[in-house]
Each structure stands twice: as structure tokens, then as C-alpha cells.
């Protein structure tokens, strides 16, 4: 059983940063992609952000150039760094991993942690 925790989220003020992190209970390798997504209040869940195998990333429009994706295979770590948060980046944030396994595409979510960016 994957288990995918992840802490960083919190309250933050317009203009500010936070750093989402996400720990594995297995190499992060292991995985085809990992990444973010965020669903925010009477909206659907989006990708944000994802990182491959190879290490080749996906970033959303809207947060190109303010978030960056990086990981840590050592601590089996997925990282969401997010600068110049604006009001529009409040959500919940879920981590995600995914896995070709016996011919289907497997989804592993976290459990999600709230992120809020005061005007």
C-alpha cells in the first residue's frame, strides 16, 4: 500500500511563499510521475505541477515561473516550492503518484493540505 503524506500547506499573505512537501512510503522512483494538484472550492481538482521519472516537469499556466517542482529521492521527497502566491492559489493541495502496474494506470493521492493566500 503507497502511502503519500504531505505538510508545508498554511496561511500566507498575498506576495508571499510557501514550501509544500510530500514523503512516500516508498522510492519515489518507482513511480512514473508524481506531481500536485489543487481543487479549490466548487471547482474541479487541476494539475499544477509534475515531475517524471527522467525528471522532465509539467507546470500549469497559471503558476509558471512562481512555482517550482523538485524532488528527493534520498528522503523520498516531492517538493512544491510556491512564491508570489496570490488570492487565486487558495486551495487544497493534494500530492500524486502515478503507476503503469499490470497494465493499468495506477493513482496514488495524498490526503490533501490546505493552502490560503490572503488578499
Known amino acids: 500500500q503507497v502511502q503519500l503524506v504531505e505538510s508545508g500547506g498554511g496561511l500566507v499573505q498575498s506576495g508571499g511563499s510557501l514550501r509544500l512537501s510530500c514523503t512516500a512510503s516508498?522510492?519515489?522512483?518507482?513511480?512514473?510521475?508524481m506531481g500536485w494538484y489543487r481543487q479549490a472550492p466548487g471547482k474541479q481538482r487541476e494539475l499544477v505541477a509534475a515531475i517524471t521519472g527522467d525528471g522532465s516537469t509539467n507546470y500549469a499556466d497559471s503558476v509558471k515561473g512562481r512555482f517550482t517542482i523538485s524532488r528527493d529521492g534520498a528522503k523520498k521527497t516531492v517538493y512544491l516550492q510556491m512564491n508570489s502566491l496570490q488570492s487565486e492559489d487558495t486551495a487544497v493541495y493534494y500530492c500524486?503518484?502515478?503507476?503503469?502496474?499490470?497494465?493499468?494506470?495506477?493513482?496514488?493521492w495524498g490526503q490533501g493540505t490546505q493552502v490560503t493566500v490572503s488578499s
Open positions: 516508498r522510492s519515489i522512483f518507482s513511480f512514473n510521475t
Open positions: 500524486h503518484a502515478g503507476k503503469f502496474e499490470a497494465g493499468n494506470f495506477r493513482n496514488y
